[in-house]
């Protein structure tokens, strides 16, 4: 196949705008800033009201297709018919961004002999009954190896590549996730005033066991029995047709029921307008066991507007962090640490918190804006490919 140069594929196996699907459009738009010509092939569309991929590319004038399979162990329809689209396209390479893409990205690459490129934003684990988890490792590593190069978010997501996937070092990079800081830019005020009954917090993230929000319900109840008021509002739903997530929530409102905690733990369901909802708040707090990034993209936003947040080392510390000047970073899975930082946020005054949150917003500004990061991953790609 008679490649086009300056010419790029994407593919995002989940078709919501979320995590990998927002990094996926993100960093295309870098991709065309610098010249390239970017297409995207889409995989399933999400249920309910969270945002489509697709209608954000179409508004930003994009050309993409949706295919449906991704989310199935190994589609040999979807294969076929990825190599044909991707045959027509004609792409220099094929960047994939989600998970599930690899399973299909690395065999239609290879038959096409299309150089692939892997953006690499979790740690990854295997889930389903023995010997399964071990299968889907096995060939997930094979197609991590086969790849031209991978971008991972962070130090632990390289680490993983290298040491669980067998992925050779000098073939494995490391660029933080990035956001546009300006989206975000609030006119920030104290929410919850001196003296009021409760300070605000807020956590996003699909509901499921890797978000830690049952260990954050713990955290709250803590919080309450030392005499202070703090309410957290989780936004955000189960994963459709996921038993786990959905056994998770069921564990997680008997949590609640339990600890007579209704009042202090509100679920608000999906939320697509994250910049609205984060005006309402006086800080942020992350409890995910592990992450990919040690900025995830909730945390990110959160910080460029202007909250003060509390967030878990499960994939160390981030980059210019600094404890009580930007919030605070606890140990994932302990309750007690969690609680601790939060009880801090709750004793310190809205001055002192709205202070902590304009030091949030300019590590963010600085550091982990898109036009940082994005011309960072985009100069690797084409130092890949030419070599």
Known sequence: MRAQCNSLVIVAGSGDYTGAGKMAHLYGREFRNMGWSVSYIVGDPPAGDATRLGTVLEKDNFDFAEELGFIHLRDASLISRMATRIQQMRPAFVLSAVQIDLKIVGPVCRKLRVPYLVFDQTLHNFFGPWPLPAIKKHFFGREMRTAAAIVAVGPAVRAQAIDEFRCRPENVFVVPNGIVTSDYLVERRPVSAAGSPAIRGLNIGRIDPQKGQRVLVEAIAQVIAK?????????????????????????????????????????????????????????????????????????????????????????????????????RIVKAGDSRSLADAMAWMCQLSPEQRMVIGENCRRLAAERYDVSVTGRQFVNICQQVLRT
Not at 245 to 269: I, M, N, P, T
Not at 300 to 305: N, W, Y
């Open 227 to 327: 005499g202070l008021h703090v309410q957290v509002d989780l936004a955000g739903g189960v994963t459709p047709n996921h038993r786990a997530s959905e056994d998770y929530q069921k564990d997680l409102l008997e949590d609640v029921r339990k600890g007579q905690l209704k009042q202090a733990v509100q679920f608000l369901g999906w939320k697509s307008d994250v910049k609205a909802l984060l005006v309402d708040y006086d800080f942020y707090v992350h409890s995910a066991l592990w992450e990919g990034p040690p900025l995830p993209l909730s945390v990110l936003e959160a910080m460029a507007s202007g909250l003060p947040v509390i967030l878990t080392d499960c994939v160390g510390r981030p980059d210019g962090f600094v404890d009580d000047i930007h919030g």
